[in-house]
């Protein structure tokens, strides 16, 4: 079996099933030269776009503006993330997969934003809030050429991983940049079977590690501007099992108890403050820090 990442042969199949999440069960395999893990035999394009449009974003009022916020602190930190390479002005931006619109609606006063979402709730709230007219458009029916385009945690979710990044680099001007950010993945003897498996109970169809994921930008041909890793800036005095309590909360927008509202609040006030500063980023080599230790990657279009 060979790598969709690096190429490398000999990738070890059935490192854990994922039965949660589609209509059949479907295997991991996992590639030791870059750890990554993939799945072997992958959803139908039908099954998967009836999952993101009914499923994916489908959780209570209450729910959906916790994510809301936490997705506007992320989003003011990629902007912080890819202003500090390239200040993007009077050029046309595409995010695939914008959910609500709240990044490119930090780009649109000084450039032309265009973006795609399958799911109608997150279309609708985007044109109310911000608007932005979100398109349910599949990447491929794309044809413009953009100098920008953002992946923020959707990268992983493509099936045919080669033909995404060939089709990104076909609609990036010359010089144009791809951002990516998608969860960092642990490698497979540095934990306990069960917390990988647990991990991998997602709809990715890909899980990455700083390693895997330059390997496979290098692969297509892309120039990789920075790489770092990123989690969310919470106060000091957690211990290290509050902050993983904390970043489930925080990921899933339930789970909001008494024994987390302390820190919450430290983490808000400090993050609606400085939005651009409520996430930090991780040492590349520390060790997995489990839910939300993520990966951001922005490259250059190859020549």
């Known amino acids: 079996m060979t790598c969709p990442f690096c190429g490398a042969g000999g990738c070890v199949p059935g490192v854990a099933t994922v039965d949660a999440v589609w209509a059949t069960r479907h295997e991991v395999a996992y590639c030791g030269s870059c750890v990554g893990y993939f799945l072997e035999d992958q959803p139908t394009v039908e099954e998967m776009r009836r999952y993101y449009a009914e499923e994916y974003h489908r959780y209570s009022a209450a729910s959906f503006q916790v994510k809301r916020l936490f997705r506007r602190f992320r989003s003011a930190s990629q902007f912080a993330f890819v202003s500090a390479r390239r200040p993007f002005s009077g050029c046309t931006i595409l995010e ?10 930090m780009y649109k006063r000084h450039n032309r934003v265009v973006g795609t979402e399958f799911n109608d ?92 994921l330059t390997r496979l930008f290098e692969r297509s041909g892309f120039t990789i501007v920075a790489l770092e890793r990123f989690t969310y800036r919470l106060p000091p005095y957690l211990s290290e099992q509050a902050r993983l309590r904390l970043r489930r909360v925080f990921l899933t927008g339930s789970g909001m108890t008494g024994a987390v509202a302390l820190p919450t609040l430290h983490y808000l006030a400090a993050s609606l403050w400085k939005p651009q500063t409520s996430f930090g980023a991780l ?12 990966i951001r990657l922005i490259a250059q279009r190859p020549a």
Not at 188 to 194: C, K, S, T, V, Y
């Open 283 to 294: 040492p590349r080599e520390s060790p997995w820090q489990g839910l939300a230790d993520d």
């Open 121 to 212: 709730r997150m279309r609708e709230f985007g044109r109310k809030r911000y608007g932005i007219e979100l398109l349910a458009m599949d990447l491929f029916d794309i044809t413009d050429r953009f100098d920008l385009i953002v992946m923020s945690h959707v990268l992983e979710h493509f099936t045919d991983i080669a033909r995404v990044m060939a089709h990104v680099a076909s609609l990036l001007r010359p010089g144009g940049m791809f951002f990516v950010e998608l969860p960092n993945s642990p490698p497979l003897n540095d934990q306990p079977r069960e917390t990988v498996s647990e991990y991998l109970q997602t709809p990715h169809i890909y899980n990455f590690s700083p390693t895997s």
């Open 96 to 105: 695939v997969g914008a959910a609500d619109g709240v990044l490119l609606n």
